[in-house]
């Protein structure tokens, strides 16, 4: 009846009778799908999408590693060696000569590094298997004496196979530094274009920016310039940051070593400089590596000493180091940091987990930059 009225009176709305079903019809679409599960189908497939570009992209770049590497390798350095080679721009040098004698300056002292610690490695390891010998001994002594009275024949046998394990693979031991002028010289193309790389950013950085950017309108141009100039400035901090906490640490590390009297005291020393490149994972290797060093060297309370200092450096890096020298600027969250080294190792092995955090600095520092949310740090 109502529905009958309302055609009468010239309205055309439909008018819902008694056995119309108002009230049971599905949501707009009618295909009765939840709208939760539109939604995450319409964003599965843009993710498989994403997941796809990303595994191509891996294959290109693991086809191309040889070039991919010393690439990355020299942008790491270029960060590192840009603020002393724009120090002596500023002093009036042409950027040939403080590009050629910021990177020759940089040669020399790697090469003196290397030289050191081979020298080091050959010289001090028969007092590491003497001193592990004499440790041994000491241990036999404590464990055979009260309260624990052992019998040390097992401990003995334990002793002896360590000791004679050392002695048969002094070669190898020596040869993970020595045989680095080996691996170098297989490698040697990707060293050159690593060397060739790092002086013509070094010496055309700026324009070399320009001319990638150039192709690009106005608005987005100043975007991507904006994008360029906080990630690059992220990188630099991250590097030099990096390189003066690892600094600080080996120093430490170093001078405890040595007042201790143990040996393999500058390889020890050069692992953890290298090692702090790795957040978090590498300070526990290189740092484990030493306490097991002075542990079979010189017994258990030294090594005890070696953990303190190393505890202690991890809190003053935590507190003070890390905001101070590196910054907020290159702040993540720990997790983060975690996530992103098992996420670097798993696809590239050490390489990856070296370049995973200050990438995704980088990375999180440009992305407000191209969307124009941020402005560019000076």
Same mark, same amino acid.
Not at 39 to 61: E, F, H, I, P, Q
Not at 326 to 347: E, N, Q, R, Y
């Given at each position: 009846?109502? +529905?009958?009225?309302?055609?009468?009176?010239?309205?055309?709305?439909?008018?819902?009778?008694?056995?119309?079903?108002?009230?049971?019809?599905?949501?707009?679409?009618?295909?009765?799908?939840?709208?939760?599960?539109?939604?995450?189908?319409?964003?599965?497939?843009?993710?498989?999408?994403?997941?796809?570009?990303?595994?191509?992209?891996?294959?290109?770049?693991?086809?191309?590693?040889?070039?991919?590497?010393?690439?990355?390798?020299?942008?790491?350095?270029?960060?590192?060696?840009?603020?002393?080679?724009?120090?002596?721009?500023?002093?009036?040098?042409?950027?040939?000569?403080?590009?050629?004698?910021?990177?020759?300056? +940089?040669?020399?002292?790697?090469?003196?590094?290397?030289?050191?610690?081979?020298?080091?490695?050959?010289?001090?390891?028969?007092?590491?298997?003497?001193?592990?010998?004499?440790?041994?001994?000491?241990?036999?002594?404590?464990?055979?004496?009260?309260?624990?009275?052992?019998?040390?024949?097992?401990?003995?046998?334990?002793?002896?196979?360590?000791?004679?394990?050392?002695?048969?693979?002094?070669?190898?031991?020596?040869?993970?530094?020595?045989?680095?002028?080996?691996?170098?010289?297989?490698?040697?193309?990707?060293?050159?274009?690593?060397?060739?790389?790092?002086?013509?950013?070094?010496?055309?950085?700026?324009?070399?920016?320009?001319?990638?950017?150039?192709?690009?309108?106005?608005?987005?141009?100043?975007?991507?310039?904006?994008?360029?100039?906080?990630?690059?400035?992220?990188?630099?901090?991250?590097?030099?940051?990096?390189?003066?906490?690892?600094?600080?640490?080996?120093?430490?590390?170093?001078?405890?070593?040595?007042?201790?009297?143990?040996?393999?005291?500058?390889?020890?020393?050069?692992?953890?400089?290298?090692?702090?490149?790795?957040?978090?994972?590498?300070?526990?290797?290189?740092?484990?590596?030493?306490?097991?060093?002075?542990?079979?060297?010189?017994?258990?309370?030294?090594?005890?000493?070696?953990?303190?200092?190393?505890?202690?450096?991890?809190?003053?890096?935590?507190?003070?180091?890390?905001?101070?020298?590196?910054?907020?600027?290159?702040?993540?969250?720990?997790?983060?940091?975690?996530?992103?080294?098992?996420?670097?190792?798993?696809?590239?092995?050490?390489?990856?987990?070296?370049? +995973?955090?200050?990438?995704?600095?980088?990375?999180?520092?440009?992305?407000?930059?191209?969307?124009?949310?941020?402005?560019?740090?000076?």
């Amino acid at each position: 009846m109502e +529905a009958r009225t309302a055609r009468k009176s010239g309205d055309t709305r439909a008018v819902p009778g008694p056995g119309d079903g108002a009230g049971t019809r599905p949501p707009r679409g009618g295909d009765g799908i939840p709208p939760w599960l539109r939604t995450g189908a319409a964003y599965s497939w843009r993710l498989l999408l994403l997941l796809a570009v990303v595994y191509l992209l891996a294959r290109v770049v693991a086809m191309l590693y040889v070039v991919v590497v010393p690439c990355t390798v020299a942008l790491l350095l270029t960060a590192l060696l840009q603020p002393p080679a724009a120090v002596l721009r500023r002093h009036g040098w042409g950027p040939m000569a403080a590009t050629w004698t910021t990177l020759l300056t +940089a040669i020399i002292v790697l090469a003196g590094v290397g030289a050191l610690v081979t020298n080091r490695v050959q010289a001090e390891y028969p007092s590491l298997v003497n001193q592990v010998k004499h440790t041994s001994a000491q241990v036999q002594s404590w464990l055979a004496g009260s309260p624990f009275h052992l019998h040390t024949a097992n401990i003995e046998s334990i002793s002896d196979n360590v000791v004679k394990y050392l002695s048969q693979h002094r070669t190898a031991v020596e040869g993970t530094v020595v045989n680095g002028g080996r691996i170098a010289a297989e490698v040697l193309a990707g060293v050159v274009l690593m060397f060739f790389v790092t002086f013509f950013l070094l010496k055309d950085g700026d324009r070399i920016w320009r001319w990638l950017t150039s192709a690009l309108g106005p608005e987005r141009r100043a975007r991507a310039d904006g994008a360029g100039h906080a990630a690059w400035t992220v990188l630099v901090h991250y590097i030099r940051g990096t390189v003066v906490v690892a600094a600080i640490h080996a120093t430490v590390m170093g001078i405890t070593l040595s007042i201790m009297g143990a040996p393999l005291v500058a390889p020890l020393a050069l692992l953890i400089f290298v090692a702090a490149f790795v957040p978090l994972v590498g300070a526990l290797v290189a740092g484990g590596l030493a306490i097991l060093v002075v542990l079979a060297a010189k017994g258990l309370i030294l090594a005890l000493v070696v953990l303190g200092v190393l505890i202690l450096m991890s809190q003053l890096e935590s507190h003070l180091l890390q905001p101070q020298v590196v910054g907020k600027m290159v702040h993540l969250h720990p997790l983060a940091v975690i996530l992103v080294l098992a996420v670097g190792g798993v696809i590239a092995g050490v390489f990856g987990a070296v370049i +995973a955090v200050p990438l995704t600095a980088a990375v999180t520092r440009a992305v407000p930059e191209l969307r124009g949310s941020g402005s560019a740090p000076p």
